[in-house]
């Protein structure tokens, strides 16, 4: 089964063990190739993400999409990067 870029936005994303990562805001393209490189999400679960910052997930970290989005792997949590 195919799938419209269009049907992602707005979709839930959960990780592996079923916590929700956020909702897909918009996706991420890569026009030379034509494929799709990531999700990007804008206000994903502040018990993942430091501070509930926006994300970009790439796209092969996907297992399967249907109803929802599930993740084949989604770190435990993600910092931001510290000013060197």
Do not use: C
């Not at 430091?50 to 084949?72: C, D, H, Y």
């Amino acid at each position: 089964m195919l799938t419209e870029v269009t049907e992602l936005k707005d979709m839930p994303v959960y990780t592996d063990r079923g916590i929700l990562v956020g909702t897909v805001t918009d996706v991420i393209l890569d026009m030379e190739t034509q494929e799709i490189y990531g999700l990007y999400l804008e206000h994903p679960n502040g018990d993942l993400v430091e501070l509930s910052s926006a994300i970009s997930i790439p796209f092969r970290w996907i297992k399967a999409i249907g109803q929802i989005i599930l993740l084949r792997k989604f770190p435990s949590f993600l910092k931001l990067p510290q000013d060197q």
